[in-house]
């Protein structure tokens, strides 16, 4: 499962299906002997163990957004409040700090690997300003938009701001690989924006495009993140590897929840309103699995859901059908090997707090 953002056209619709319908029914002991794996060791809470390495974290990135136009200023620091989840950068602290125990017990976080994280954060606030732009959202977090307050153009303009802030912090750091790495994150959520934007019409295609979307807008941020700590604080390529496929296993999980979420949370809850993918005509996980049951949605779409009624129907059909559950052992499957590629690291406090992460990842309700 861990391979389905490169290798997803070699697995059918119906072949997964079949795979998450025999994991949901014949490996239920796994499920469990994952959970008690984690209760059996010493609880390590991820945001307790980052928090040394993320104070101040939303000051130092409004530092790198020094600017004298006090409207820019004001819109770049908009979304930096310190009342976001910050689940990036703890991540990214949590996996620096796993192997750099890993190669030399060093319990120390390097100020490059700190960098990245918030460098991170900032590379993913700007990409939530332009999709609102692209989405025409209204809210996000709980509070107005930039492009409903401050209009489109200067939204797009103030994301354009934090990116290339972002990009001489990155320069910054002086390690033309970790560059490299990086950058190709920018490059994913641009190709990831114009997978959204597109369809398939044939229902194994539509899937593997849905989860190739996923990556390059979701995960790729975190997995790459993860690799430029490994990097930074361990020689060794297969710690690098480790570090980039626990990352990338985590962020498809996350996505996939959140679309799951869409479903199944209120709007207060989820500080956006609930069916927004239906209403921007994306067909995510629950619609895909709910197609299975009721194949009449394929027209809808393939439209998008623009008719009259559409999204209502959706909807409907979603909740009637096994789509939010497939959806969600999918992401437990993705959540299952993210563990599987951290328990190759030296135990630490760190590694079980990114072990623990995955399963918060699976019961979060925004």
Known sequence: MC???????????????????RFHHTSTSHLCSCSKTVSDEKYQDPFQLGRKDL????????????????ELKEM????????GKAFRPMIVVLMARACNIHHNNSKEVQ??????????????????????????????????????????RKAVLAGDFILSAASVAL????????VSVLTQVIEDLVRGEFLQLGSKENENERFAHYLEKTFKKTASLIANSCKAVSILGCPDPKVHEIAYQYGKNVGIAFQLIDDVL?????????????AADLKLGLATGPVLFACRQFPEM???????????GDVERAW????????????????????????????????????????HLTEMVLMRDK
């Open 55 to 70: 104070k101040n974290l939303y000051e130092d990135i409004k530092k790198e957004l020094l600017v004298s136009a006090a």
């Open 76 to 83: 770049c620091d908009y979304y930096f409040d310190g009342k």
């Open 262 to 274: 869409d479903f199944t949370s209120c709007a207060d809850r989820l500080g956006k309103p609930t």
């Open 298 to 308: 394929n027209a809808m779409i393939m439209r998008r859901f623009s008719r009259p």
């Open 111 to 152: 100020a490059s690997q700190r960098s990245v994280a918030i460098i991170a954060e900032m590379i993913h606030t700007a990409s939530l300003v332009h999709d609102d732009v692209i989405d025409d959202a209204n809210s996000r977090r709980g509070k107005r938009t930039l492009n409903q307050i401050w209009g489109e």
């Open 171 to 178: 320069a910054r750091i002086g390690n033309t690989t970790i």
């Open 3 to 21: 391979h389905f953002t490169q290798r997803s056209s070699a697995l059918s619709f119906p072949k997964i299906c079949n795979v998450f319908w």
């Open 316 to 355: 409907k059909y979603v909740l009637q059908s096994d789509g939010v559950q497939q959806t969600t052992y999918l992401a437990q499957r993705y959540c299952h090997a993210a563990t599987r590629e951290i328990r190759k690291l030296r135990p630490s406090p760190e590694r079980e707090a990114l072990v």
